[in-house]
Structures are given as C-alpha cells and as structure tokens.
C-alpha cells in the first residue's frame, strides 16, 4: 500500500510565498514521476509541475518563473516551491506519483491541500 502525504497548506497573501511537501511512504513508494496538480473551485484539475527521477522538471505556462519543483534525496519526497503568489493560485494542490519498480502505471493520489491567496 502507498500512501502519499502533502503538508499543510494556508491562506497566503498576493506576493507572498509557500512550501508545499508531499511524501510517499510504502513498499513502492519511489516513483518515476512525481508532480503536483492543482484544482480550483469550477474547474477541472490541472498540471502544475512535474519532475522525473532524472531531475527534469516541466511547469504549467501559469507557474512558471513562479514555481519551483524538487526531489528528497531520497526520491519519495517532492516539494512545490511556490513564490509570488496571485489570487488565481488558490486551489486544492494534490500530489501525484506514478510508475514504480513494479507496475510502470502506477498512478497515485495524496489526498490534497487547500492553498489560498488572498488579502
């Protein structure tokens, strides 16, 4: 069973900054790609930023110059660096994890965090 976890998320002003975390415990917990996707209220869930086990990173036009994704050394940690923050960043951000040693479509959730921007 795998499990991925992200940290808490919160109400941040337009301009400001935050960390997100999402780490994946259990027996196939090291992906191949982890990412993080983010979805608004009325809104279908969109790509934020995806990175390879390899380190190569791809952003959505919206974040990019903004945001910034990584790995743990360990491979199951990814983090979302999130700076000059706007109001259209408010969403749920899940973490996603996919394809692992044992199954190349794997394809896991964590259960989300609510990040708001606002005055």
């Known amino acids: 069973q795998v499990e991925l976890m992200e940290s808490a998320g919160g109400l941040v002003q337009p301009g400001g900054s935050l960390r997100l975390s999402c780490s994946a415990s259990?027996?196939?917990?090291?992906?191949?790609?982890m990412g993080w996707y983010r979805q608004a209220p009325g809104k279908q869930r969109e790509l934020v930023a995806i990175?390879?086990?390899?380190?190569?990173?791809n952003y959505a036009d919206s974040v990019k110059g903004r945001f910034a994704i990584s790995r743990g050394n360990a491979k199951n940690t990814v983090y979302l660096q999130m700076n000059s923050l706007k109001p259209e960043d408010t969403a749920i951000y899940y973490c996603?994890?996919?394809?692992?040693?044992?199954?190349?479509?794997?394809?896991?959730w964590g259960q989300g965090t609510q990040v708001t921007v606002s005055s």
């Open positions: 990175i390879s086990s390899g380190d190569s990173t």
């Open positions: 996603n994890g996919r394809g692992n040693i044992y199954n190349p479509n794997a394809n896991y």
């Open positions: 259990g027996s196939s917990a090291t992906f191949k790609t």
